[in-house]
């Protein structure tokens, strides 16, 4: 089992800035992959972008260029820091990780971009 809590969320002006971090507790020498998904209100939960335990990172097109993760593997941590952040960025954003094949979500965490 892992638990994953997520800090960071908030509101911000479009074009500003937010930096997530989630920790993992419980079985983290098993986790694989690490990262981010959002839901937006009425769409399908997305990935956002993730990052492997040899640090190899993977983003969705949107949000290249302008979002960063990454982790920590001595804290069983990852970040997500997000830059230009525009108003259809807003979405729970959920922090995942991968063990031996089963997935696992944070309680995720609320980011709002006003225009």
């Known amino acids: 089992q892992v638990q994953l809590v997520e800090s960071g969320g908030g509101l911000v002006q479009a074009g500003g800035s937010l930096r997530l971090s989630c920790a993992a507790s419980?079985?983290?020498?098993?986790?694989?992959?690490m990262g981010w998904h959002r839901q937006a209100p009425g769409k399908q939960r997305e990935l956002v972008a993730i990052?492997?335990?040899?640090?190899?990172?993977t983003y969705a097109d949107s949000v290249k260029g302008r979002f960063t993760v990454s982790r920590d593997n001595a804290k069983n941590a990852v970040y997500l820091q997000m830059n230009s952040l525009k108003p259809e960025d807003t979405a729970v954003y959920y922090c995942?990780?991968?063990?031996?094949?089963?997935?696992?979500w944070g309680q995720g965490t609320q980011v709002t971009v006003s225009s």
């Open positions: 990052v492997t335990v040899a640090q190899r990172t």
């Open positions: 995942s990780a991968i063990v031996r094949g089963n997935s696992y």
């Open positions: 419980g079985n983290t020498a098993s986790i694989i992959v």
